[in-house]
């Protein structure tokens, strides 16, 4: 293949903006917040389950201490009920009297129980509470790190893809300047050559795959008309000669 020595100049320019390019999309995924974010979402996830959980356990108390209040009135209810028979003792006998005092102390003792499972229950249920207070902070605490990480890391996101833009419609116009059949070759050979398709040829070294040619490339390279296009014998890629290639 020919080309004109400018247009295979134009290639290094070419070779840069590319090269460019492929920084820019490893640091816009390399960001430090994509990692940092992944971490605080991930305490974010854990702090709201043990939320969850507080929470469940405080609507637990809840509903148990409301039965448990539930309890304790019905049985005051009747234990009233049964002082006020007691304390009229109409139409009773001795032994139904004694009875009734017997289930009015039994009553008593029952509410007494029944008191304490209340105070047992709320004191279970204003732990729940302050758990689910101090769950709450670390939940809100922690989403705002992830909200701060997420505005940096757009913010930077923004910054780079706007660089992306510009490198881009740089490498447009470059590669309107150069022959398609150049181009082709080149953009074959940076996708077979992890991303270089050309590379300058300084001081008989090639800058692509960094070794130097040996005496026999060389002399043909040196024989070879300035319009041919040369490839380096190790790598392949097409090497593009200037005034300082050592020829």
């Known amino acids: ?9 134009r290639l290094l320019d ?13 640091k816009r995924k390399s960001l430090p917040e994509h990692a940092e974010i992944v971490t605080l979402e991930g305490d974010l996830s854990q702090h709201r389950d043990l939320l969850v959980a507080a929470q469940t ?4 108390c ?25 304390d009229s003792g109409a139409g009773m006998s001795p032994k ?46 922690v989403q705002a790190k992830v909200n701060d990480a997420l505005s940096r890391r757009d913010a930077a996101t923004v910054v780079i893809d706007d660089e992306v833009a510009t490198v881009t419609k740089e490498r447009e116009v470059v590669a309107a300047s150069i022959p398609a ?3 082709k070759l080149y953009d074959r050979l940076r996708e077979k050559q992890g991303g270089i398709g050309a590379a300058r040829l300084n001081q ?4 692509g795959c960094r070794l130097e040619l040996d005496i026999t490339e060389i002399n043909e390279i040196r024989a070879a008309s300035p319009d041919q296009v040369v490839r380096c014998g190790n790598c392949s890629r097409i090497l593009v000669r200037t005034s300082e290639s050592g020829l």
């Open 1 to 9: 293949m020919n080309a004109a020595p400018a247009d295979q100049i």
């Open 14 to 26: 070419l070779q840069a903006l590319d090269v460019r390019l492929t920084q820019l999309a490893h």
């Open 57 to 60: 356990e405080e609507s637990d």
């Open 62 to 86: 809840a509903r148990e201490q409301t039965k448990a209040e539930q309890d304790v009135d019905q049985v005051r209810q009747r234990a009233a009920r049964d002082q006020q028979r007691l």
């Open 96 to 141: 139904d009297l004694e009875n009734l005092q017997h289930e009015v102390a039994s009553l008593a003792k029952r509410q007494g129980d029944l008191e304490d499972v209340v105070l047992e229950v709320m004191e279970r249920r204003e732990a729940a509470q302050e758990r689910v207070k101090e769950l709450t902070g670390r939940v809100e605490s």
């Open 181 to 183: 059949d150049l181009i």
């Open 204 to 207: 008989r070294r090639c800058e």
